[in-house]
């Protein structure tokens, strides 16, 4: 089983739609979560943490269940520029080798006029 | 004023070839790592040092040597170069060991022919 899963998509949405990735993680162990961006033929960026309680940031929502071992991403109203790879990462812990980021394959998502 | 720059872009080689890719920060950062990236997207730590000392070594050949003269600086040198060491090689930096948001280059796009 692979330690971070995603669907990979492709995802092709209109302009104006509501999309949402999901990503889960086979470490219980894991402490911290984040969702990064990557263009095409580009670096990764980070797009937001995701913490227990849910976070927002402008069209952007992450949501975090540590029962289920499970990440989402919400993105609303998408824009053509929300065209991307989206890469869900996991930090193991705080300590050695633990504290590396471990990522998703990524979810691609293409936005439509 | 690029935050973390990587040289080459891209490196073309033959097998059994001994190549190097270079690494810098301009921001200041303590932690740097090297990441590989494969045909199918998967994101991999290979190494992580902090103020110029290995703290993560992944499994990874030993054909991979990496070298941190100051904590600017990171680079990656691979001998006997195989078919299977192309990919995308990226450089990153964090503020600190925590890593909590990490800045990558544009990356290394290595093709052994």
């Known amino acids: 089983r692979k330690e971070v899963e995603q669907d990979p998509g492709p995802f092709n949405v209109p302009e104006g739609a509501t999309v949402a990735f999901n990503c889960t993680y086979s470490n219980s162990a894991s402490q911290s979560f984040f969702w990064y961006r990557q263009d095409c033929r580009k670096e990764p960026k980070l797009l937001m943490s995701v913490y227990s309680s849910g976070n927002e940031d402008g069209r952007f929502t992450a949501q975090l269940n540590r029962a289920s071992q499970y990440i989402s991403l919400l993105i609303r109203d998408s824009k053509l520029s929300d065209s991307a790879t989206y890469l869900c990462v996991v930090r193991g812990g705080t300590s050695g080798s633990a504290r590396q980021l471990t990522f998703g394959s990524g979810t691609q998502l293409t936005v439509l006029p | ?113």
């Open chain 2, 1 to 113: 004023d690029t935050a973390v720059s990587q040289t080459p872009k891209y490196l073309v080689t033959q097998m059994g070839n001994d190549k190097s890719i270079k690494c810098e920060q301009n921001l200041g950062h303590d932690t740097m790592y090297w990441y590989k990236q494969d045909s199918k997207k998967f994101l991999k730590i290979m190494f992580s040092y902090n103020n110029k000392e290995l703290i993560i070594n992944e499994t990874v050949p030993n054909r991979f040597s990496p070298k941190s003269p100051d904590k600017a600086h990171l680079n990656l040198h691979i001998n006997s170069l195989e078919l299977g060491d192309s990919a995308v090689y990226f450089c990153a930096s964090s503020q600190d060991i925590s890593g909590y948001e990490q800045f990558f280059g544009p990356g290394t796009r290595l093709t052994v022919l």
